[in-house]
C-alpha cells in the first residue's frame, strides 16, 4: 500500500515473484529469456550491476518497469547465470513515487547508485541495497524538458580523465526526430545536478518505418564514446507486432573546455547492427554492456512480458 509517499509493498510478493519466474523454463532457442510475465513485466531500462560476475551468458543486472499504479512494481534484479532459468526480485521503492520509468543507468565508480529516467524527464538518484530502491533526494527535472516531450533513453558516462557525462534523448515519434543532449551532471549523496546542456542533436533512424516509431527508446555509451541507441516500432496494440533495430549512432566526444560534444549520424549513414522484424515481435526498450564487452538487450512487450538476450555487436 501506499503511505506518505512511500511504497510499503509485502516483502513475500517479491520473493513469490522471483519464485516464479526463476521457476520458468529457460528461454527459447532464439537466445530470449523472460524476466517479467504480462503487461507489468516488462523492461523499459537495465544497468549491469556493478562489480558483479560476467561471462558467456552470466551476469547481474537492474532493471526498471513503466508501470504507473500504486503498489505496483518499478524496479527489479535480475540474476543470469548458463543454462538457468533468470532470477527476478521485485524491489521496494522508499521515496517519491515515480510515474513511468524508461531508462536507467549505473553511477559510474559508485556501486549501487543508478539514476532512472521517467518519460515526462524526471530523473531519480536511487541506491539499490538490501531488497530496496530507495531514493537520494527528491526527483530532478532534465534540464530544457518542454511540455509534451516523452523521454525514453538516459545514460551516464565516464572517460578516462574521470569525468561523467550524462546522455538522454526525447524518443521522437515518426516525422518527429529525437532530441539528443549531453551535460555533466553532479551525482552527490542526495543530490542530483545536470547543469546546463552543453550538445543538443536531433536524430532518425531509417528502420523501423511503420507504425509508431520511436527513434530512440533508449542510448548507452560505450568506454570509447561510441554511442549506442535502439528503436522500436509499436502498433499501440497491447498484443504487437513489434519491431526493433540497434544502431552505432555516432560518437560523445570532449572539447578542449572538457564540455561534451555529440557527433551523430545523419538518417542516410545509418545501417542496423540487429534488427528485429514484426516477425520477431520484440519492442526493445532497454540496452546494456556488461564489461566484458557483450550487449544485452531488453524489452517490453506489453501483454507478453519482458525478455532479455545476450548478444554481441561489433560497433
Known sequence: MIRNGFIV?????????????????????????????????G???????????VGPNRADAVIVRDNK?????????????PGRAPVTTELLWLGVLPKDLEALDAVPGRAGH????????????????????TVQGGPVTVPERRDGDNYESFALHRDRSGRVFAVWATRGSGA????????????????????SPTARQEFAVP?????????????KVLADGTVLVSSASDPNM????????VYNAGRLAVDGAHHAVLRLRETDELTPLRRFTKQDDRKIEAIAFPRDGRAIWGTDDENHGGWVRFDRVTP
Open 114 to 133: 543508478y539514476i532512472a529516467l521517467a518519460g515526462n524527464g524526471d530523473a531519480y538518484h536511487i541506491l539499490v541495497a538490501n531488497g530496496r530502491a
Open 9 to 41: 509493498s509485502a516483502a513475500a510478493c517479491a520473493s513469490i515473484a522471483a519464485a516464479a519466474l526463476g521457476a520458468r523454463a529457460a528461454g527459447p532457442s532464439d537466445g530470449w529469456r523472460q524476466v517479467g510475465t504480462g503487461i507489468q513485466g
Open 238 to 245: 497491447d498484443d504487437g507486432p513489434f519491431s526493433s533495430a
Open 69 to 81: 499504479g500504486d503498489g505496483e512494481s518499478r524496479v527489479a534484479t535480475v540474476r543470469l547465470r
Open 176 to 195: 518527429l526526430k529525437a532530441v539528443v543532449r549531453a551535460a555533466s551532471p553532479r551525482v552527490g549523496t542526495y543530490g542530483l545536478d545536470f547543469g
Open 207 to 219: 528502420l523501423p518505418n511503420e507504425d509508431e516509431v520511436r527513434h530512440i527508446s533508449d542510448l
Open 43 to 53: 523492461v523499459s531500462g537495465m544497468a549491469p550491476t556493478e562489480g558483479a560476475p
